[in-house]
């Protein structure tokens, strides 16, 4: 008698709690993700391109470019040129398209059960309040395939969420760390190989190489083909042909993807574009997450060791029981960012490649995270920013190191000793220094010895280095990399 009332009783609680989640309302307090929640302020951007709405306002801009494409074209008579007031209107349409109108899209979709069809529909009711183009209203969606306006629609999205916010936050990215790098390009630093001790550099051309490698990255994502087709239900213009069999269709669907719409062109296809371009994208973006984490966990490291200090913010509190922290955590949560953001574009970048024969559906829920993974880099970014902003030099810190390593100067010794041909050079430096720590007086009283083997103008040389002075180009070249990220 017991199981039908404890049945009951947890039917009861998921009433209740669907219940409550109904009247919750969304905010940055209840939503499920932080990017929409915790992170709302900095990913706020990024909703007029990757939202639901985002996605209709695209589709009503392919939509409506589509029709406006037809009345240009002789070869489509049923669709006469556009007057002046027709096209302003059309233009009007997308220009001011609002979360309301989407609102309306999403109404109609409840009784359709189909996003595209929906958007069509809505289209058709705002025609109705301009003759014109009521009369020609059965060419919206014109032998178009759903597919025909989602990719397109993704394409557009993409290429105005990645150049009014991902692209300039990468760029800040870059253009900051190169900023460091000229600052603390004659700082000289003791390198570490295998986490000892090695031949020193300057902390600028550390930095550098960072933004070296992170301007190359962003450039190779810059110039990934945002791609479209426009080919009918199976790539082959068959309802094209079937109403105009006279229209070069190819040419003309290519010259609305290119002209019309501003994207690059892809004729061969099935129902879908193959998203290729969208993998190669997400994976030039993954390259520089990639390598920014490597920069997040070199940073933490010197703050770790001291190099850098962190500005204090009055107020703010680093630990809930050691009053004297201050850590690093905009760098840690760069890092953790990434790792999400590189998961999500590689499953995307993985997935979007493959659809079983000439299309599936699996690809569109996994269409509708483009803007996660993006999001999730944009919180890396802003994170980076933040941190590279509180960050200060402590050269004290970084001259105990190299006062404490004049070992690393066994590397030039011995070269020199190699190129007078003194026995062994190499063998003797690594008696004297491998292993173990040695003073100046040790390393000086070494080269001293070499007189007679060494030319004396060398062996008073080699006794003015320094560990300081032995950093090679280091500073021309986090001077010159500044300058080019610039």
Same mark, same amino acid.
């Given at each position: 008698?017991?199981?039908?009332?404890?049945?009951?009783?947890?039917?009861?609680?998921?009433?209740?709690?669907?219940?409550?989640?109904? &009247?919750?309302?969304?905010?940055?307090?209840?939503?499920?993700?932080?990017?929409?929640?915790?992170?709302?302020?900095?990913?706020?951007?990024?909703?007029?391109?990757? #939202?639901?709405?985002?996605?209709?306002?695209?589709?009503?801009?392919?939509?409506?470019?589509?029709?406006?494409?037809?009345? &240009?074209?002789?070869?489509?008579?049923?669709?006469?040129?556009?007057?002046?007031?027709?096209?302003?209107?059309?233009?009007?349409?997308?220009?001011?398209?609002?979360?309301?109108?989407?609102?309306?899209?999403?109404?109609?979709?409840?009784?359709?059960?189909?996003?595209?069809?929906?958007?069509?529909?809505?289209?058709?009711?705002?025609?109705?309040?301009?003759?014109?183009?009521?009369?020609? #209203?059965?060419?919206?969606?014109?032998?178009?395939?759903?597919?025909?306006?989602?990719?397109?629609?993704?394409?557009?999205?993409?290429?105005?969420?990645?150049?009014?916010?991902?692209?300039?936050?990468?760029?800040?990215?870059?253009?900051?760390?190169?900023?460091?790098?000229?600052?603390?390009?004659?700082?000289?630093?003791?390198?570490?190989?295998?986490?000892? &001790?090695?031949?020193?550099?300057?902390?600028?051309?550390?930095?550098?190489?960072?933004?070296?490698?992170? &301007?190359?990255?962003?450039?190779?994502?810059?110039?990934?083909?945002?791609?479209?087709?426009?080919?009918?239900?199976?790539?082959?213009?068959?309802?094209?042909?079937?109403?105009?069999?006279?229209?070069?269709?190819?040419?003309?669907?290519?010259?609305?993807?290119?002209?019309?719409?501003?994207?690059?062109?892809?004729?061969?296809?099935?129902?879908?574009?193959?998203?290729?371009?969208?993998?190669?994208?997400?994976?030039?973006?993954?390259?520089?997450?990639?390598?920014?984490?490597?920069?997040?966990?070199?940073?933490?490291?010197?703050?770790?060791?001291?190099?850098?200090?962190?500005?204090?913010?009055?107020?703010?509190?680093?630990?809930?029981?050691?009053?004297?922290?201050?850590?690093?955590?905009?760098?840690?949560?760069?890092?953790?960012?990434?790792?999400?953001?590189?998961?999500?574009?590689?499953?995307?970048?993985?997935?979007?490649?493959?659809?079983?024969?000439?299309?599936?559906?699996?690809?569109?829920?996994?269409?509708?995270?483009?803007?996660?993974?993006?999001?999730? #880099?944009?919180?890396?970014?802003?994170?980076?920013?933040?941190?590279?902003?509180?960050?200060?030099?402590?050269?004290?810190?970084?001259?105990?190191?190299?006062?404490?390593?004049?070992?690393?100067?066994?590397?030039?010794?011995?070269?020199?000793?190699?190129?007078?041909?003194?026995?062994?050079?190499?063998?003797?430096?690594?008696?004297?220094?491998?292993?173990?720590?040695?003073?100046?007086?040790?390393?000086?009283?070494?080269?001293? #010895?070499?007189?007679?083997?060494?030319?004396?103008?060398?062996?008073?040389?080699?006794?003015?280095?320094?560990?300081?002075?032995?950093?090679?180009?280091?500073?021309?070249?986090?001077?010159?990399?500044?300058?080019?990220?610039?």
């Amino acid at each position: 008698g017991r199981r039908p009332h404890a049945q009951n009783q947890r039917r009861g609680v998921r009433v209740l709690a669907n219940a409550s989640s109904e &009247s919750m309302p969304l905010t940055s307090l209840t939503a499920v993700t932080p990017i929409d929640g915790r992170y709302a302020r900095l990913t706020a951007p990024l909703r007029m391109s990757f #939202s639901e709405h985002g996605l209709i306002r695209a589709r009503i801009e392919v939509e409506a470019r589509w029709l406006a494409f037809l009345a &240009s074209r002789d070869e489509v008579p049923e669709v006469p040129p556009l007057s002046e007031e027709a096209a302003k209107f059309l233009d009007d349409v997308v220009d001011k398209w609002s979360v309301d109108d989407s609102q309306l899209v999403k109404d109609v979709e409840r009784t359709t059960n189909h996003d595209v069809k929906a958007v069509e529909y809505v289209l058709k009711q705002k025609f109705a309040d301009l003759p014109e183009l009521a009369a020609c #209203s059965e060419f919206v969606h014109f032998a178009c395939t759903s597919e025909d306006i989602n990719n397109l629609s993704h394409a557009i999205m993409l290429r105005d969420g990645l150049t009014g916010t991902v692209f300039p936050l990468m760029e800040d990215v870059v253009s900051t760390i190169a900023e460091l790098a000229e600052k603390t390009a004659a700082v000289p630093m003791l390198s570490r190989t295998h986490g000892q &001790s090695a031949s020193p550099t300057t902390l600028g051309k550390e930095l550098a190489v960072f933004a070296d490698r992170l &301007s190359r990255q962003l450039a190779q994502a810059k110039a990934v083909p945002l791609r479209g087709k426009f080919a009918g239900a199976v790539g082959n213009y068959n309802a094209h042909l079937s109403a105009y069999p006279n229209a070069d269709w190819e040419a003309m669907n290519q010259a609305f993807v290119t002209d019309s719409l501003k994207l690059d062109w892809n004729g061969v296809v099935t129902q879908i574009e193959p998203h290729d371009y969208i993998a190669e994208l997400f994976h030039a973006v993954m390259r520089f997450n990639t390598i920014l984490l490597d920069f997040d966990r070199d940073v933490w490291g010197y703050v770790m060791h001291g190099y850098f200090g962190q500005k204090l913010k009055d107020g703010e509190i680093g630990s809930s029981t050691m009053p004297h922290k201050v850590n690093p955590i905009d760098f840690e949560n760069s890092e953790g960012n990434v790792g999400i953001a590189n998961a999500i574009m590689a499953h995307l970048a993985d997935k979007l490649a493959v659809s079983r024969f000439q299309r599936d559906l699996s690809d569109s829920t996994v269409l509708r995270n483009l803007g996660v993974g993006l999001g999730h #880099s944009v919180l890396a970014y802003a994170s980076v920013l933040k941190g590279c902003g509180k960050l200060t030099v402590n050269n004290e810190r970084i001259d105990e190191d190299l006062d404490a390593a004049w070992e690393v100067l066994a590397e030039p010794i011995q070269t020199v000793m190699r190129r007078h041909a003194v026995e062994n050079p190499y063998e003797k430096l690594k008696a004297l220094t491998r292993g173990r720590s040695i003073t100046k007086e040790d390393l000086q009283t070494f080269v001293a #010895s070499l007189e007679g083997e060494v030319p004396e103008e060398d062996v008073k040389r080699m006794l003015d280095w320094t560990p300081r002075s032995y950093v090679g180009t280091a500073e021309h070249i986090a001077r010159k990399v500044a300058e080019e990220c610039k």
